[in-house]
């Protein structure tokens, strides 16, 4: 199955900054990534239950948490599908297990529910010490 493969995590001081990379890695059947319209990151920490982040429609929309509001910013590029996500102002809270996601998103509603989203990557670390 097609999966996504995030890079870009590591630990950091507090007010630090990170930037994450995103992109589609295929193996098995091929799905036409071109078709994904809704990304997103989320991110879950110890003893947390995943939740997200930010999410960023093909026409322009984004969306973000209000912890990460100012702080984060998501973006897309769609000459090579990759998404991003420039972390800044980091803290100690941030530390978590970063994932992204996409969707065909059909009826275009951008959302940051866990269950919205049908494609994962399997996660990076970003520590954050204080």
């Known amino acids: 199955a097609q999966q996504l493969m995030e890079s870009g995590g590591g630990s950091v001081q507090n007010g630090g900054s990170l930037r994450l990379s995103c992109k589609a890695s295929?193996?098995?059947?091929?799905?036409?990534?071109?078709?994904?319209?809704?990304w997103a990151w989320f991110r879950q920490g110890p003893g947390k239950q995943r939740e997200g982040v930010a999410a960023v429609h093909r026409d322009g929309r984004t969306i973000y948490a209000d912890s990460v509001a100012g702080r984060f910013t998501i973006s897309r590029d769609s000459a090579d599908n990759a998404l991003y996500l420039q972390m800044s102002s980091l803290k100690p809270d941030d530390t978590a297990i970063y994932y992204c996601a996409a969707d065909f998103c059909v009826l275009n509603i951008l959302t940051t529910l866990v269950d919205q989203y049908g494609w994962w990557g399997q996660g990076t670390q970003v520590t954050v010490s204080s």
């Open positions: 295929p193996s098995g059947y091929i799905i036409n990534e071109n078709n994904w319209k809704c």
